[in-house]
């Protein structure tokens, strides 16, 4: 399924996969609703990747149109970490502080709800009307 295997919580994320095929980001939940897999993974050679970062175009094509295609990759790539490291703890998996307290903890949440909430703006800028 995946070509690399899950590297430990904390390190640079190898594109495996593992935490997208298993259960949805907020992000993706925000975006498409409940579905499984997220609509957003993409293949990228033998790495997974978050369509909604590396092609937005394909991926949320009404999305961009009313973001355009730069920021709603730039929004995308912040809000699902893009960059941080494995961020995907599983099960039984030690713990790695120094990582969860210098890259987690500097993280802008106020910034990030704000975000979300252009995000959720756009989508609402795009819905069909009932
Ligand atoms: S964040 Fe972790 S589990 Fe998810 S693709 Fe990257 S390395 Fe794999
Ligand atoms: S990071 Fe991207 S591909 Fe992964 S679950 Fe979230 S929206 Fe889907």
Same mark, same amino acid.
């Given at each position: 399924?995946?070509?690399?295997?899950?590297?430990?919580y #904390?390190s640079? !994320?190898? @594109? %495996? @996969?593992? !935490?997208c =095929?298993?259960?949805? %980001?907020?992000l993706s *939940?925000?975006?498409? #609703?409940?579905?499984?897999? %997220?609509?957003a993974i993409?293949?990228d050679?033998g /790495?997974?990747? %978050?369509g909604?970062?590396? &092609?937005p175009?394909e991926?949320?094509?009404? =999305?961009?149109r009313?973001l355009?295609s730069?920021?709603? &990759? &730039?929004?995308? $790539?912040l *809000?699902v #970490?893009?960059g941080? #490291?494995c961020?995907s &703890?599983?099960?039984?998996?030690?713990?790695n502080?120094?990582? /969860? /307290?210098?890259v *987690? @903890?500097? *993280?802008?949440?106020?910034? @990030?709800? /704000? =975000?979300?909430n252009l995000?959720v703006? $756009?989508l609402w $800028?795009e $819905?069909p009307?009932?």
């Open positions: 399924m995946t070509d690399n295997n899950k590297p430990p #904390g640079p !994320c190898n @594109g %495996c @996969g593992a !935490c =095929l298993a259960e949805q %980001c907020y *939940l925000v975006t498409f #609703g409940q579905s499984h897999p %997220c609509p993409i293949r050679g /790495r997974f990747a %978050c909604l970062v590396e &092609r175009d991926t949320v094509p009404d =999305l961009v009313v355009g730069d920021v709603t &990759r &730039r929004v995308a $790539a *809000l #970490g893009a941080l #490291g961020d &703890r599983m099960e039984g998996e030690p713990d502080p120094e990582w /969860r /307290r210098t *987690l @903890g500097e *993280l802008d949440w106020e910034m @990030g709800q /704000r =975000l979300i995000w703006a $756009a $800028a $819905a009307e009932t």
